[in-house]
């Protein structure tokens, strides 16, 4: 079955540093469509973007990630973090565009400091 | 802003005692479905819904039972409830058309199993 994979558990960073979290995938699908969700403390998980274009960069929110079929990644990336950014961020995996039954990572959990 | 409510939000259960936890959306979505987030797991699809009187298996069904008998409410039922059950659950519902691709969650319940 599908898979993703986020290998960092925890990033900890200080505030105005850039922060990259790793996602990778697994599929038998040749047109997977990747997802960022990111859930805040005592909070649900929202969409924060997605994508299904190869080799295309995807921005909301002052993050970014592409989409690399050929490596089967899909890393999230921010310039600058802010205390804001501290949060659960979930890394997923559909085979539609409705963004339907997704596979979630484990998650990495982000904690900026000052 | 899509809506999907849950109830309860807390609830504490015995072993081998019946849970029923229940999720409304006003999103006239026709996919439900049913999580549950754990430490070092992530989220994980216990059922989901492609509509009103249809349930399917996800990738952790065992133990649990859903219903959906409208479009707006969609219901997880633990039989016989164990601690492994421990956990937040989460529903969240999502338009299969693609033209809305994103997956909205309630706010959580959080299940005690003693």
């Known amino acids: 079955g599908d898979s993703v994979t986020q290998t960092e558990g925890l990033v900890t960073l200080t505030e105005g540093l850039p922060v990259m979290l790793n996602c990778t995938y697994q599929?038998?699908?040749?047109?997977?469509?990747l997802f960022w969700y990111v859930q805040h403390l005592n909070e649900s998980p929202r969409l924060l973007l997605k994508?299904?274009?190869?080799?295309k960069r995807t921005e909301h929110q002052g993050f970014h990630a592409t989409l690399h079929k050929s490596s089967s990644s899909f890393h999230l990336q921010k310039s600058s973090a802010q205390l804001s950014d501290s949060a659960l961020y979930y890394c997923a995996l559909s085979e539609d565009f409705a963004g339907n039954k997704l596979t979630f990572g484990i998650g990495t959990r982000v904690l900026v400091r000052p | 802003e899509a809506a999907v409510t849950q109830s309860p939000r807390n609830k504490v259960a015995v072993t081998g005692g019946k849970v029923t936890l229940s999720c409304n959306q006003t999103n006239n979505h026709n996919n439900m479905y049913w999580y549950r987030q754990d430490t070092g797991h992530g989220l994980r699809l216990i059922h989901y819904s492609y509509g009103a009187g249809s349930t399917e298996k996800g990738d952790i069904p065992d133990g649990y039972k859903a219903s959906r008998p409208s479009q707006e409410n969609f219901s997880l039922i633990l039989e016989l409830a164990t601690p492994s059950q421990t956990s937040v659950y989460f529903c969240?519902?999502?338009?299969?058309?693609?033209?809305?691709?994103?997956?909205?969650f309630g706010p959580g319940t959080r299940l005690l199993v003693l």
């Open positions: 599929t038998i699908y040749s047109n997977p469509f």
């Open positions: 994508s299904f274009t190869d080799n």
């Open positions: 969240a519902s999502g338009d299969a058309t693609g033209l809305h691709d994103t997956q909205y």
